[in-house]
């Protein structure tokens, strides 16, 4: 499980060697999620965070709100559980909500650059600051207790990977030894000049292909391939599972594609000064003269990628649900795949939706309206 980094890069050329003698298995079935089992129509911001409690209960993180709640679709509540701020036990834009031993949650607080540890009741015990770069994203542990993150490519220096490559890391905060490397992935390709600019720009190549990782309940760490498309699953005391590539065309990235992207990274991104006091806080939202420039000065890439990096999710069960890329009043797809890799099946939502979690009880998902307010439906896995 735990290889080096020369092992991985070896790993990686002999998968690539694979790829031309692995036939896709026929996967044709499209499930469509249309009936929820149950809606919560408190409504909500930007939820970038949910994770199933063993009671039942949905932990939500929402970023904008800066706020952590508990809610309780039997009762059809919303609770908040951690409040904004800057203290030992508040939050600010919170993310990721990730499981631990004994159902405690890791909370991700990307506007204090801190960790926090929640009860299974969801209040704060317990803070860990997040000084080294990447800690910050923690996506899960391991059997031994050990963290998985990802060592941003900027913060590398001389030692930095090509191509804009990012090591996956263990590190044992048990532990006085250094963060071990056990992968490499494809990360966010940043645009070629990196020189200081007079107004804001688009930092990274918008809609170029990059590789997405999760980790499993089981401590597997499952890594989505773009090029090409296929998912590898190293599994502790198993051999690596090495999922069939499959094929996929990706469509012309156009015009409305590239505002929508502007618009969306401008508001949804952490900006230094902009919180209540001073501190991090969320960008503003650009107008149409600003995202059209932004748009000129941008790199793009001429064809969307396999799949939305940021819509990859490790299943209570095990499986892996990857997000398609999606326009405006489409469905959303998702292809399930099983621990071996292997397409399952394909699952289907309804136009402006979006799945945040998928639990023991069923699948999460988050309903957006055309005012952007957003709902929370379960529905049956299927």
Known sequence: ?????????????????????????????????DRPDAVIDHPFSLVRGARELASGRLLVADWIENRVAVVDFGAGSVRDVVR???GPREVRLPTGLVRLRGDSTLLLD???????????????????????????????IDPGGAFYHAVPSWSEGPNALP?????????????SAEPRTVAVVQGTRYRKDRSPAMQPRLPMVGFASQDAWVVAPTGAI??????????????????????PTYPVSPR???????????????FGSPVSGRGADGGMGRGEAPDAAEIQRMVGTAE?????????????LAAADGRIWVGAVVRPGERTRYDVFDSDGRRALQVEL???????????????????DADGVQTIERYRRP
Do not use: C
């Open 163 to 175: 191509d804009d490559s990012v090591r996956i890391v263990r590190w044992d905060p048990a532990s």
């Open 110 to 140: 990307e506007g204090n650059n801190r960790l926090i540890v929640l009860a299974p009741d969801g209040h704060a015990v317990r803070t860990i600051i997040a000084e080294v770069p990447g800690r910050g994203g923690v996506r899960g």
């Open 300 to 312: 793009w890439a001429e064809r969307h990628a396999p799949f939305d990096a940021s819509r990859v």
């Open 222 to 243: 499952v890594i989505v391939r773009a090029t090409p498309y296929r998912v590898e699953v190293y599994a502790p005391g198993r051999q690596p599972a090495l999922g």
């Open 84 to 86: 904004e701020g800057r």
């Open 252 to 266: 012309v990235v156009t015009a409305d594609d590239k505002r929508r992207f502007i618009a969306e990274f401008a």
């Open 1 to 33: 499980m735990h290889i080096g980094l020369e092992e991985a890069v070896r790993a990686a050329i002999r998968l690539a060697a694979l790829v031309g003698v692995v036939a896709p298995p026929a996967s044709g079935q499209v499930v469509l999620l």
């Open 350 to 368: 309804r136009p402006g939706r979006r799945i945040a979690h998928v639990g023991t009880r069923g699948v999460y998902v988050v309903a957006e």
